[in-house]
């Protein structure tokens, strides 16, 4: 993964998922902490997830009724964001430490098969409703 952003209304339970469940290490920021400390319901936090880390990098404010009527209908039909992630460590493993953090919101893994290689993966759900991917090389 080289970069990728989720734009998260949950800042603390998602710091709290992608640090204590998915073992990310967090980039802090003075100034972005105390705001998220100080969210304002509505508030969307944008962060950004880089190979083995997650950094708070900008807090959007509420939106309007009528945009966030529009977000809610373009969600609606596209669905949460789905993203995909490479891991090093096999899947099966990292769904043994879901489950012992408590984190239900998992499927798998999943083996598919190809010509050359396999793949395995860990369906996980983050507190915004974002799907990820969690993809393993079988080789």
């Avoid at 508030?43 to 509420?62: A, H, N």
Wanted: hydrophobic share 45%; net charge positive.
């Amino acid at each position: 993964m080289l970069e990728t952003h989720i734009v998260s209304t949950r800042p603390l339970k998602c710091l709290d998922f992608y640090t204590r469940v998915l073992l990310l290490k967090r980039i802090a920021s003075l100034e972005l902490d105390v705001r998220v400390a100080q969210a304002v319901p509505g508030e969307r936090f944008v962060f950004r997830l880089r190979t083995g880390s997650i950094e708070l990098m900008e807090v959007r404010p509420p939106l309007t009724r009528r945009a966030a009527a529009n977000a809610a209908a373009d969600a609606e039909q596209a669905g949460f964001q789905e993203f995909y992630f490479l891991v090093q460590q096999p899947v099966e493993g990292i769904r043994a430490h879901l489950q012992r953090e408590g984190w239900a919101d998992s499927a798998g893994p999943v083996l598919y098969t190809g010509k050359i290689n396999a793949l395995r993966v860990l369906r996980v759900q983050d507190p915004d409703g974002n799907r990820l991917r969690l993809v393993e090389f079988c080789g």
